[in-house]
């Protein structure tokens, strides 16, 4: 059991280690500094970082096998491409509201509020299918660990980002003291 987890873990150290070492050489190509780099590049770049640290975090926190991991990430990132195409339909939706608000008809708007509706329905459809397909790979904790993963790992990135308590603390929290490593969140 031991010598399976530690195989685990080399698998997914040398994942990492790969795909990060390929993503610093696409950097240094593409000269990282005052060079007249875009600003949509250098979006891009912190976007596939941000995407690494995210699948390291998850990675971690679901401790998956090799035949797991084979599983898991099509389908995880299958899921993750369909979330993002209902966000961006969401999106759409409510930057549509935006124009009609003023000027909308009761029918218009009866209509956006059914296509609202519809949107809302769609995320939730795609929840329960994600939730029945992870049943199939994973444990019912390694599930759970994923949800906290994801929660987790937003949190981090929001108070990485500055975009937590204006006082720099837990936002949830709201108390601005935050939670430092090895401090526990508190009632």
Request: hydrophobic residues 30%; glycine residues 12%.
């Amino acid at each position: 059991m031991i010598e399976t987890g530690m195989k685990t873990k080399g698998i997914l150290l040398a994942i990492l280690l790969v795909w990060t070492t390929g993503s610093t050489e696409l950097m240094a190509q593409r000269g990282r500094g005052g060079d007249g780099e875009g600003w949509g590049e250098r979006m891009e770049e912190r976007k596939e970082e941000m995407e690494q640290q995210r699948i390291a975090f998850i990675a971690t926190a679901l401790k998956l096998d090799t035949e797991q991991a084979q599983d898991f990430w099509p389908l995880y990132n299958e899921n993750r491409e369909a979330q993002e195409s209902i966000r961006k339909e969401g999106r759409k939706l409510w930057k549509d509201l935006e124009g009609l608000k003023s000027s909308a008809s009761e029918s218009e708007m009866d209509q956006y509020m059914q296509a609202k509706s519809t949107h809302m329905k769609q995320r939730m459809d795609l929840d329960e299918s994600y939730y029945a397909q992870l049943k199939k790979v994973l444990k019912p904790e390694q599930i759970a660990a994923l949800y906290a993963s994801e929660r987790d790992f937003r949190r981090h990135m929001m108070r990485k980002m500055g975009r937590g308590d204006k006082r720099g603390g837990d936002m949830e929290r709201g108390d601005g003291r935050g939670t430092g490593p090895g401090q526990r969140r508190g009632k």
